[in-house]
C-alpha cells in the first residue's frame, strides 16, 4: 500500500534561517506531488505541484521553492525564512485525474 | 478560476442526529472532480468522499454521502448518525478533471453535542 512520509513534525526556525521540508511516498511510481500551507484555523492554500522529476508549478509568488530531485522526493525549501512564513505545512500525493490525494501528517512551523 | 465557498464557519450538532455541511463552488471548466476532507484537531486531512461532475448519481460512503446539484454548483456533504469522533474540520475542494491543481474552501468547523 501507498504511505506517505513527512518530516519533521514540528519545526522552530528564527527569522532569516533557511528552510528544508521533505516529503516521500512509497508504494506508487510518478505520483503528483503537493505542498500546501495552512494557517491557523483556516484554509489550505496551495503552493506548488509536480507531476514529475524537475517539474515544478508555483501556484502563489513568495520565497519559497520547491524541488522534486527524484520520482517520489518532494521538498520545499527557503534561503531565508519571513515571520509570515509560520503555518502547518502539508503534503500530498495521488495518481491520476479525478483521484483524491492523500497527505502527509504534516509540519508545524513556527518562525521567531 | 476555480473558487469554493463554504459558507459556515461552525456547526454544531447533537449527538445521532444528521447534518449537512454546504458547499457551493465556482469554474470554468466542463469536466471536474468535488471532494471532501476531515481535519481532526490532530491536523491530518483524510480523504470522506468524491463526486465527479458528470456522475449521474450523488456518492455515498458509509455515513457520507454528498447532495450533488450542478446547476446549482453546490455539493453538500450529508453526515448521518453523527458521532463524537466526527468533531472536526470540514473541507469541501474541487480539481478540475484534466489538471493537477486542487483548491479547498475555508472550512466548517463541526462539533457533536453528546
Known amino acids: 500500500s501507498q504511505t506517505i512520509h513527512q518530516w519533521p513534525a514540528t519545526l522552530v526556525q528564527p527569522v532569516g534561517s533557511p528552510l528544508s521540508l521533505e516529503c516521500t511516498v512509497e508504494g506508487t511510481s510518478n505520483p503528483n506531488l503537493y505542498w500546501y500551507r495552512q494557517a491557523a484555523g483556516r484554509g489550505l492554500q496551495l503552493l506548488f505541484y509536480s507531476v514529475g522529476i524537475g517539474q515544478i508549478s508555483s501556484e502563489v509568488p513568495q520565497n519559497l521553492s520547491a524541488s522534486r530531485p527524484q520520482d517520489r522526493q518532494f521538498i520545499l525549501s527557503s534561503k531565508k525564512l519571513l515571520l509570515s512564513d509560520s503555518g502547518f505545512y502539508l503534503c500530498a500525493w495521488r495518481i491520476g485525474f479525478n483521484q483524491p490525494q492523500h497527505f502527509g501528517d504534516g509540519t508545524r512551523l513556527s518562525i521567531l | 478560476a476555480q473558487k469554493i465557498t463554504q459558507t459556515q464557519p461552525g456547526m454544531f450538532v447533537q449527538e445521532k442526529e444528521a447534518v449537512t455541511l454546504d458547499c457551493t463552488y465556482d469554474?470554468?471548466?466542463?469536466?471536474?472532480?468535488l471532494f471532501w476532507y476531515k481535519q481532526p484537531s490532530s491536523g491530518e486531512m483524510i480523504f470522506l468522499i468524491y463526486q465527479g461532475s458528470y456522475d449521474q448519481q450523488n456518492a455515498t460512503e458509509g455515513r457520507y454521502s454528498l447532495n450533488f446539484q450542478k446547476a446549482r454548483k453546490s455539493a453538500n456533504l450529508v453526515i448521518s448518525a453523527s458521532q463524537l469522533g466526527d468533531s472536526a474540520m470540514y473541507f469541501c475542494?474541487?480539481?478540475?478533471?484534466?489538471?493537477?491543481?486542487?483548491?479547498f474552501g475555508p472550512g466548517t468547523r463541526l462539533s457533536v453535542l453528546p
Open positions: 469554474t470554468s471548466d466542463p469536466s471536474y472532480g
Open positions: 475542494a474541487m480539481s478540475p478533471s484534466y489538471g493537477q491543481n486542487f483548491v
